[in-house]
Nanobody, 125 residues
Framework: QVQLVESGGGLVQAGGSLRLSCTASGRTFSTYSMGWFRQAPGKEREFVAVSRWSDSSTYYADSVKGRFTISRDNTKNTVFLQMNSLKPEDTAVYYC??????????????????WGQGTQVTVSS
C-alpha cells in the first residue's frame, strides 16, 4: 500500500506564489511516476504536471507551462509543485497521484492507482 499526503495549499493574491508538497509512504518512492492534477468547482479533473520515474523527465499542461515547476526529492519521498505567477483560473483542489514504473499516458488520471486527499488553492483577483 502507498499513502500520499498533500500540503501547502492556501489563499494567495493573483501574481503570487505557492509551493505544494506531496509525501509518499509504503513502498520505494524512486520507482514511482508522480503527477499533479486539479479540479475546479463544476469542472472535470485535469492534468497539471508529471515527473517520470525512469529519468525524472517532466511534462506540463499548456495552461501552466512556464509558471509551474514539478520536482522531487527521492531521499525524502516527496514531490513538489512550485506555482508562480498564479491566476484566478488556477483556483482548484490540487491532487497528488502516483503509479509504479509509469512511463506512458501519464497525462490521464486513469493511469494512476494511488491518490492523495487534495489541498485547496484559492487565487484572488
Amino acid at each position: 500500500q502507498v499513502q500520499l499526503v498533500e500540503s501547502g495549499g492556501g489563499l494567495v493574491q493573483a501574481g503570487g506564489s505557492l509551493r505544494l508538497s506531496c509525501t509518499a509512504s509504503g513502498r520505494t518512492f524512486s520507482t514511482y511516476s508522480m503527477g499533479w492534477f486539479r479540479q475546479a468547482p463544476g469542472k472535470e479533473r485535469e492534468f497539471v504536471a508529471v515527473s517520470r520515474w525512469s529519468d525524472s523527465s517532466t511534462y506540463y499542461a499548456d495552461s501552466v507551462k512556464g509558471r509551474f515547476t514539478i520536482s522531487r526529492d527521492n531521499t525524502k519521498n516527496t514531490v513538489f509543485l512550485q506555482m508562480n505567477s498564479l491566476k484566478p483560473e488556477d483556483t482548484a483542489v490540487y491532487y497528488c497521484a502516483a503509479v509504479d514504473r509509469g512511463r506512458f499516458v501519464l497525462q490521464l488520471q486513469s493511469t494512476y492507482n494511488h491518490w492523495g486527499q487534495g489541498t485547496q488553492v484559492t487565487v484572488s483577483s
